[in-house]
């Protein structure tokens, strides 16, 4: 059904300075709104302007942004499904000032079981370092590429079963992005290990949060190998910044990783004063090559053929056992990739099983009776260690 409710619509009002928003609400159901938010430099999706803007959709229901008007426009709806409806609201956008991006709020049901706090607790665990993803007051800020845009999200869980998105992203994207992200669609497995098991019941609801694409895990990976969390996370920062000066958004400056293209006609020399190794350099600009001549395994092969992928990454140069697996992993979230070495995975294990004294040949025995599901396995283990991201 489209949405159909010109009298919940109102002017904007001033809420804050320099943010302005009109709400509508069809049902209770969804809540689209239009508001905007200060940036610099390179400005991310769609864009207001003095005169305002026209927000309307494609052919294809993507929201697209049209040419400056002067006064009141239509503005494209959302229903609770997501998609883009041909209806629209009529919204006052005059108001908004140059370089401030309209955004759309909307709220997304979901599987009543997924838990985006225990989901992203690896965006907790950087603290405030990673350059794309921050995890704050019970909301995850996430920035990447969305064809040729730079996009932000805000997501947050107001109560089981729905999310609240806002952003400059495409909303008919929402769908993708939580598959791809968040891994939404992704359950836990009936684990046979009794400790497994146990943290599986008390963390029901994770699923394997992820860089969304192959390339992006293998990126991160190169990036982290034989180095801290917090290390790589700074290093990921200096590497974004030789490609993309970032954004301004609610007082921190954000980076997308660097698009493929710009890797691989980059020259190691480049990479190299991001403070990764030469030979770490040479590794990713020649995957970022290999990535651009079709290559590398696609990310739905490398989704449901693991160790297929793995075998293929093997064959670069710089990628070892422990940066295939991780990129499996952490790339597009597989879930069953073993990270050998893994030394936080060690310390996590260590805990969990309760001795000190297990070796990495120990835990990658242990790994065997996790099948199919190793790597939801390791990040069950890694949240019992680390923590799932507070609330509030």
């Known amino acids: ?178 598959r791809n992200v968040l891994g939404i669609e992704t359950r836990l497995p009936p684990f046979t290990d009794p400790v497994i098991r146990n943290l599986a019941d008390r963390f029901p609801g994770l699923r394997p949060m992820s860089d969304g694409g192959l390339f992006a895990g293998l990126l991160t990976s190169i990036v982290g190998q034989s180095v801290s969390l917090a290390a790589a996370a700074t290093t990921q920062r200096k590497l974004c910044l030789l490609f993309d000066p970032g954004f301004d958004l609610d007082g921190r400056l954000y980076h997308a990783l660097p698009q493929v293209t710009d890797l691989a006609e980059a020259s190691p020399a480049l990479i190299r004063t991001s403070g990764v190794t030469t030979r770490r350099a040479e590794a990713i600009v020649h995957a970022a090559k290999c990535q651009l001549a079709g290559e590398l395994p696609d990310d739905e092969f490398a989704r449901s053929r693991p160790e297929e992928t793995v075998s293929q990454l093997l064959d670069l140069p710089g990628v070892g056992r422990w940066t295939a697996e991780s990129a499996v992993l952490w790339g597009v979230g597989s879930p069953d990739a073993h990270p050998v070495n893994d030394v936080a995975l060690l310390r996590a294990a260590r805990h969990a099983y309760e001795r000190p004294d297990m070796t990495m040949r120990e835990l990658d025995a242990l790994a065997e009776h996790w099948r199919p599901g190793r790597s939801l396995a390791a990040r069950l283990l890694w949240t019992n260690l680390f923590g799932p991201a507070p609330d509030h």
């Open 1 to 178: 059904m489209d949405v159909h409710a010109p009298e919940s619509c109102r002017r904007p009002r001033d809420d804050d300075a320099g943010t302005r928003k009109v709400i509508t609400h069809e049902a209770g159901k969804c809540i689209p709104t239009i508001q905007c938010g200060r940036q610099h430099d390179r400005r991310p999706g769609v864009r207001g302007s003095q005169q305002g803007v026209k927000i309307g959709t494609d052919a294809e229901g993507r929201v697209q942004e049209n040419a400056p008007v002067s006064s009141w426009q239509k503005c494209g709806m959302l229903t609770n499904r997501t998609r883009v409806r041909s209806s629209y609201e009529v919204a006052r956008l005059s108001c908004i000032s140059p370089g401030l991006p309209v955004t759309l709020e909307r709220m997304l049901e979901i599987d009543p079981g997924f838990s985006l706090a225990t989901t992203c607790g690896p965006a907790a665990w950087a603290g405030d370092r990673s350059p794309r993803q921050r995890w704050q007051a019970g909301r995850l800020t996430w920035v990447g590429h969305e064809g040729d845009a730079i996009t932000w999200r805000h997501v947050s869980q107001p109560e089981s079963g729905l999310l609240r998105i806002s952003g400059t992203a495409d909303p008919a994207l929402d769908r993708e992005w939580l």
